[in-house]
């Protein structure tokens, strides 16, 4: 990309693989999530839903700081991951897709939970007396027919996740090359006498990444409908 | 044979239904809309739970609430044809008959290419359902029903979302079902003129309970039905047995009982089977044999039963050598002939109200019998 500098490269690739991470380690739990809270009443279902959408509500740095008591190096989390796994997620670019991922969770959730509450139930009986088991009716009939909200989701998600700020910078920290996302080099730049320019240049990043994901969105939500025959 | 006796409470109101389907057969679970049917066929598919009772179909016990057997759906081999079809949008028509398939027990009865042929749907395989017609949606839900190797066929009204045009379309194809698989099906109706044409047995419900069952020519003689089809859909259905062509005429002669009537009908093959519905409002009694008439239909038999229908009317059934048919006349014209069991009467009935339909016994039939 020989029109961008090497930090902004940089950058730019760090920022598309930490949100790539982020929607794919989240992917599966949101949509776990999202069949749990529509399909399942239990006791304690109120607070479950209200702890997925803290994120939305919290200042981002209160995320980010929470995170830093989880999984910091003596966090509960934090100090068994690097016992048992070794992963190190402080300073590094999978703590910043962890605090990401966590922030854009509930986007995900949200636009999972209005596609699959719109899955006839009537579906799956059918294929329940055709001889399908749980897991493969989820498989062959709920999931297909959800995937709209779930490809929103994860688009939604992913372009979410390009432009968390706060809590990846309370979490992670600013470092180039290892979680200086593009918003984190945007305020860097910010900081810099003479950086305006620079600050520009990202901004109208960020702006053509943005567009860019919600076009696609739009066009996938067309192409799914169609086949859907909607 | 299907055993079901199941209770349900569903807010005030109350199912307590029993019933006993030999197998093969169609039963026709008949009643007025909201009568309970559709919870009963619910509870006998698994996608209901019953608070108490048992579902055993042949040596299979697939609900027995105080052993605290509960047989899932998905493993209870019963196949079931929605109202509404419920076709996967996302899958072809293909992909959608092959669902069940895919899913059945090694034992396989029936072929994707038997049912594609018995239902016509080799046309429709590539299509998406969406581009389907109410009619054909219906062809395909049974196909995708029978496909994943049932041992009962649960339809509950599969009909009832089509205009009458389309019902006449897609009946045929349940008259083909009945006659070619040997199959035990279940079917929900509120219309008695499909129960007429397509069932070999009969439920009556009524408010969650089931209040009578038999034969169809039995049931169509019961009081009970009365109430929910009206007085003047009454009647008798007989099984006849073609005899031969009128070839002036055109008309089949058919025997019933000891008689003999004559038909407008589709040409039909000597011995051919036929059901033949006697309304009760379209008898006309005589106590001596008529003559010099235009009525081409009498048939002689014995009153067994006068009984009240209304204030001005009664129900008199008459055995026209071991079949019953039934009729309805004023009390008046009961009292002046002095009808009473025992007495030898003449039934007379126009040809042009009769009507008749083609009908197979499924227990005359024997093809592949689905594996217990």
Known sequence: ?230 | MLSVAVRKRLGSFLLDARFELPTPGVMALFGRSGCGKSTLVNIIAGLLSADAGRVALDDAVLLNTDRRIYVPPENRRIGYVFQDARLFPHMSVAANLKYGQKRAPAHRFVSLDTVAGLLDLGPLMDRRTHQLSGGERQRVAMGRALLSQPALLLLDEPLASLDAARREEVFPYLETLRDQLAIPMVYVSHDFDEVLRLATHVVLMESGKTIAQGGVGEMSLNTGLRSIIGADALGATVAGTVLGTDASSGMIRVQVGHGELNLQAAPAAVGAKLRVHLLARDLIVATQAPRHMSVRNVLSGTVTTVSSDDADSDLIAIDIGGTLIMARITKAATRELALVPGRTVWALVKTVSLRSHSFVAPAAISTARPGA
Do not use: K
Not at chain 1, 63 to 82: A, C, D, H, K, Q
């Open chain 1, 1 to 230: 990309m020989m029109w961008l500098s090497p930090s902004e490269a940089e950058a730019l690739h760090l920022s598309l693989s930490v949100a790539a991470r982020s929607v794919i380690v989240s992917l599966p739990l949101a949509v776990l999530m999202a069949w749990v809270l529509t399909r399942r009443r239990f006791l304690g279902h109120t607070l479950l839903d209200a702890f997925v959408h803290l994120p939305l509500v919290l200042p981002p740095v209160v995320v980010g700081y929470l995170l830093l008591l989880l999984f910091g190096t003596r966090g509960p989390i934090g100090s068994w991951l690097e016992r048992v796994f070794g992963i190190e997620l402080i300073f590094t670019r999978n703590g910043a897709a962890l605090a990401t991922a966590v922030m854009s969770f509930p986007l995900m959730v949200r636009a999972m939970r209005i596609s699959l509450e719109n899955v006839d139930r009537g579906l799956e009986q059918a294929a329940r007396t055709l001889g399908a088991g749980a897991i493969d009716r989820f498989a062959t009939i709920t999931l297909p027919l959800m995937l709209p909200g779930v490809l929103a989701g994860a688009i939604t998600a992913f372009s979410a996740a390009l432009g968390e700020f706060g809590a990846v910078i309370t979490f992670v920290s600013n470092i180039p090359g290892e979680t200086r996302t593009l918003p984190l080099a945007l305020y860097t730049a910010l900081q810099m006498p003479g950086g305006d320019v620079a600050a520009a240049r990202l901004a109208c990043m960020s702006l053509v990444l943005g567009l860019g994901g919600l076009l696609l969105s739009e066009w996938f939500a067309r192409r799914v409908r169609r086949l859907l025959g909607r």
